[in-house]
């Protein structure tokens, strides 16, 4: 091995080591993001993949255009300084210049818009659903509804609350486990219609593709179509007061068979089920001049 490819070999090698232990730990927890992530969480929905698309070609195009203003200014430095280029040339427009300067960033502008477009007309216009889930925002912490399954005459419904440190079982992430988790079947268009209870909160889903505000008053809906089953998680994404750090979201994507053991022991357990609503800001947190 020559001097110089030792020299390349080490840093390569951590490197890999640094990849490696990334996709393993990834492996690992696949549904959260990892330590040292770059990019996005893995995309569990056709949306969350367009994303992922649009955001790769935003990144290629601004990349390129970075590049280029550098190359540019780097030329002005190097050739057109007061040293290298004592006598400066005193002509003022170029007629071509200023047209390509102005027609190729038009030219860029559309390539991204007719994707953009095309994704945002996708994410707002849910197609058929298979399941409808009503998700309310509250101070802090989430209602979920199956406004068309049934137990004994009203909506199956109950209550999302975060897992404290002490209540968290071996391997349930912090922050974002909760009690109850949503629970959908896997290759399902599910329709969710959000709203809130008290202030403006926001559904968010990373995997999914989705954010959308809660708002007191009125629904707001979107879509997701789970592509694989697993737990994924989210949190609320509107600044709602002193605990909005702590009013996650957790949704298990499961096979359809499993999907409907889960609707009829949900009848049975929430049409019974006490509500576990957390308790108002503690006087610590009061006395901190907290809402
Ligand atoms: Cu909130």
């Known amino acids: ?33 990892v330590n040292w992530q770059m990019g996005f969480q893995a995309a569990a929905s056709p949306i969350m993949e367009d994303i992922n698309n649009f955001h790769n070609l935003l990144l290629a195009l601004t990349g390129g255009i970075v590049l280029l203003v550098f190359v540019l200014l780097a030329n002005v430095v190097v050739r057109f300084n007061a040293r290298a280029n004592p006598k400066a040339a005193t002509f003022t427009h170029n007629t071509i210049l200023e047209v390509a300067w102005t027609a190729i960033p038009i030219f860029i502008l559309l390539i991204i818009a007719i994707p953009s477009f095309r994704l945002m007309y ?22 979920a509804e199956y406004p068309d399954v049934t137990a004994n005459g009203a909506p199956v419904s109950y209550d999302m609350v975060m897992l404290e440190d002490a209540e968290r079982p071996a391997g349930a992430p912090r ?24 202030v403006i909160h926001a559904f968010a889903m990373p995997a999914m593709g989705v ?19 697993g737990t994924f998680y989210g949190q609320c994404s509107e600044l709602c007061g002193a605990r909005h750090a702590f009013m996650p979201l957790a949704l298990k994507v499961v096979s359809e068979p499993a999907f409907a053991v889960w609707i009829e022991a949900a009848k049975l357990k929430y049409a019974a089920a006490p509500a576990r609503i957390p308790a108002k800001p503690s006087t610590e947190l009061a006395a901190a001049g907290a809402p």
Not at 15 to 26: D, K, L, Q, T, V
Not at 123 to 143: C, F, H, I, R, S
Not at 181 to 191: H, K, S
């Open 1 to 33: 091995m020559s001097n110089r490819s030792k020299y390349f070999a080490l840093p390569g090698l951590a490197f890999a080591a640094g990849i490696a232990s990334i996709m393993i730990s990834g492996a690992a927890y696949a549904e959260l993001p």
């Open 122 to 143: 996708a994410e707002d216009v849910a197609p058929e659903a298979g399941l409808t889930l009503k998700l309310t925002g509250n101070q802090w912490y989430w209602t």
């Open 211 to 229: 954010k959308i505000d809660a708002v007191p008053g009125r629904l707001n809906e979107t879509w997701f179509k789970a592509t694989r089953e």
């Open 175 to 198: 922050l974002l486990a909760v009690d109850n988790e949503l629970v959908v079947p896997v290759d399902t268009v599910v329709r969710v219609i959000v709203t809130a209870s008290d």
